[in-house]
């Protein structure tokens, strides 16, 4: 059974950084593509970032930059590197992995940017 775990979420002030991380069991995120979602109250989940099987990136044009999505092979681990933290990207942060062998997401993680 293919689960994944997220943290490294909480509480920071506008400005400050925060790295998520989703750990898979189960399976490897070498032979899925894998994205950070994130849903803010109100509003639709939305796609942040991804990196494909081969190791390439997407960002969506909000994030300008701010964040980097990166992997260990190794650990079988996803990270969200998250700089510049802005009000409005208070969310719950999800991992989501993606393949013909599935689609599996993680319960997510709370991220809170407040002064």
């Known amino acids: 059974q293919v689960q994944l775990v997220e943290s490294g979420g909480g509480l920071v002030q506008p400005g400050g950084s925060l790295r998520l991380s989703c750990a898979a069991s189960?399976?490897?995120?070498?032979?899925?593509?894998t994205g950070w979602y994130r849903q803010a109250p109100g509003k639709q989940r939305e796609l942040v970032a991804s990196i494909t099987r081969g190791g390439s990136t997407y960002y969506a044009d909000s994030m300008n930059g701010r964040f980097t999505i990166s992997r260990d092979v190794a650990k079988n681990t996803v990270f969200l590197q998250m700089n510049s933290l802005k009000l409005e990207d208070t969310a719950v942060y999800y991992c989501?992995?993606?393949?013909?062998?599935?689609?599996?997401w993680g319960q997510g993680t709370q991220v809170t940017v407040s002064s």
């Open positions: 989501n992995m993606d393949g013909a062998r599935g689609n599996y």
């Open positions: 189960g399976s490897h995120f070498s032979i899925y593509n």
